[in-house]
């Protein structure tokens, strides 16, 4: 800039432009991050029934459109608002959003909120009624994610005060959103069929790997929003950094995940596999900026292969949940919060600290609102509901219309390409 780098007018402008790529860098996160709710979408609906594919598509909808209005009217005030009460939530100007200089900081904070919410949209996939799922998926933006990012997001939160270190939400919003699964699934108890007189699991598998497959791509492309955006700012940020730790955790847990699942079942299971990836990336999220790259490996693949044990267990305990979504997120986000003690920038005691702050505050209030929405509403359709299907029964139309349609109007003569007359 010459003699002028140093005058007034030069200073502003370059700080004018740091701040103008540091706020759309800061969009372009949000908006990939947002763009999980896609992947979310297909993972849920690919790992479970054709007959439920509407109703999670309606509900994964719904969880960022009821949630993000959740967050601009308390969600964001109660996180980051005017004052902290005792470190615990935050209260003042927040509240019902409204402050122009701040909208990129709200836009990336509603949609890491949305993604607690959605995860536990699978946990409790094909028997819910859709009316409750609307009532509590505004607790979880609305009070009880809010309270615990300002715990640790907020640099008057206690854990922040504590030294609890939590980068990105292995913790926050992954384990946070499977205790909140997990607490769901306990209320509203397994699909028909799910367990045999015998007390046995048994499969009800989903209906296309594919759909399963390409949500996961889509998550792991959005994971670079989620964990390299919470740099907050591009300039003097090593942004590339998370984004390495990223690809080297998802590698390592889908190894880990398919060699886990190979030994036990003698096949290399796909939706294993596809889930290992999903808990690498959970279990780096909280140490990505700080954990190194050979370690992020290692962090990755055990998260894959607890995540294998987690399922099987869970499974065993007579705990259906459908697409993995209490392992995946919420006992590899423990090993996620957990693996920044050990290998990261925080202390395993505080770490263990916050872990087990944010797992009680979660399933208290969770199991809370589950229960009382039991009581309101009924949390449950009727069995004839569920067997037909929630797209019929909750929303009155079909997934698949065309094979329905096949099997209301097929008679056996129609299956005869030339005709009973012979033309």
């Known amino acids: 800039?010459?003699?002028?780098?140093?005058?007034?007018?030069?200073?502003?402008?370059?700080?004018?432009?740091?701040?103008?790529?540091?706020?759309?860098?800061?969009?372009?996160?949000?908006?990939?991050?947002?763009?999980?709710?896609?992947?979310?979408?297909?993972?849920?609906?690919?790992?479970?029934?054709?007959?439920?594919?509407?109703?999670i598509i309606i509900k994964n909808f719904m969880d960022f459109s009821v949630g993000g209005l959740?967050?601009?009217?308390?969600?964001?005030?109660?996180a980051y608002g005017g004052s902290s009460v005792g470190g615990f939530f935050a209260f003042g100007d927040g509240f019902f959003f409204n402050d122009a200089s701040r909208g990129s900081e709200w836009l990336f904070q509603v949609v890491f909120a949305a993604t607690a919410a959605t995860i536990v949209s699978g946990a409790v996939a094909g028997?819910?009624?859709?009316?409750?799922y609307l009532i509590y998926t505004p607790f979880i933006t609305g009070l009880i994610y809010p309270v615990v990012s300002h715990w640790v997001w907020d640099s008057r939160g206690w854990l922040s005060e504590l030294g609890y270190s939590d980068f990105a939400g292995s913790g926050v919003v992954h384990m946070l959103g499977g205790v909140a699964a997990f607490a769901g699934v306990l209320v509203i108890g397994p699909r028909i069929g799910k367990y045999g007189d015998d007390g046995k699991?048994?499969?009800?598998p989903g209906?296309?790997?594919?759909?399963?497959?390409?949500?996961?791509?889509?998550?792991?492309?959005?994971?670079?929003?989620?964990?390299a955006g919470s740099t907050l700012a591009a300039v003097g940020q090593d942004v590339a950094y998370p984004a390495v730790t990223t690809t080297?955790?998802?590698?390592?847990g889908a190894m880990g995940a398919m060699i886990a699942a190979w030994a036990i079942t003698g096949k290399p299971d796909v939706g294993f596999t596809l889930n290992g990836l999903l808990a690498g990336l959970v279990g780096i999220t909280a140490g990505t900026a700080s954990i190194g790259f050979s370690a992020s490996i290692l962090v990755g693949a055990i998260a894959?292969?607890?995540?294998?044990?987690?399922?099987?267990?869970?499974?065993?305990?007579?705990?259906?949940?459908?697409?993995?979504?209490?392992?995946?997120?919420?006992?590899?986000?423990?090993?996620?919060?957990?693996?920044?003690?050990?290998?990261?920038?925080?202390?395993?005691?505080?770490?263990a600290i916050g872990a087990g702050a944010i797992i009680v505050w979660t399933f208290v209030t969770s199991f809370a609102v589950f229960l009382l929405v039991d009581k309101l509403v009924g949390i449950r359709v009727s069995a004839e509901e569920e067997l037909s299907g929630l797209d019929r029964s909750e929303h009155g139309a079909d997934s698949y219309p065309e094979f329905v349609f096949q099997e209301l109007v097929a008679e056996p003569r129609d299956l005869d390409p030339v005709g009973s007359n012979g033309h």
């Open 248 to 252: 080297l955790a998802a590698c390592g």
């Open 201 to 204: 699991p048994r499969a009800i």
């Open 127 to 132: 028997r819910v009624k859709f009316v409750s």
């Open 304 to 351: 894959g292969v607890i995540m294998v044990f987690s399922v099987i267990g869970l499974e065993r305990a007579g705990l259906d949940d459908p697409v993995g979504a209490i392992s995946v997120h919420g006992t590899a986000g423990l090993w996620g919060v957990l693996a920044v003690g050990i290998f990261g920038d925080g202390t395993l005691v505080n770490q």
């Open 1 to 55: 800039f010459g003699p002028l780098a140093g005058s007034a007018s030069a200073q502003t402008d370059i700080g004018d432009v740091v701040t103008a790529v540091d706020e759309v860098w800061l969009i372009i996160a949000a908006a990939m991050v947002m763009f999980m709710q896609a992947g979310f979408t297909l993972v849920e609906a690919g790992f479970t029934r054709a007959k439920n594919a509407g109703n």
């Open 70 to 78: 959740m967050y601009w009217a308390v969600g964001f005030g109660l």
């Open 207 to 227: 209906h296309s790997l594919t759909l399963g497959a390409l949500g996961v791509m889509i998550l792991w492309f959005g994971w670079y929003g989620f964990n």
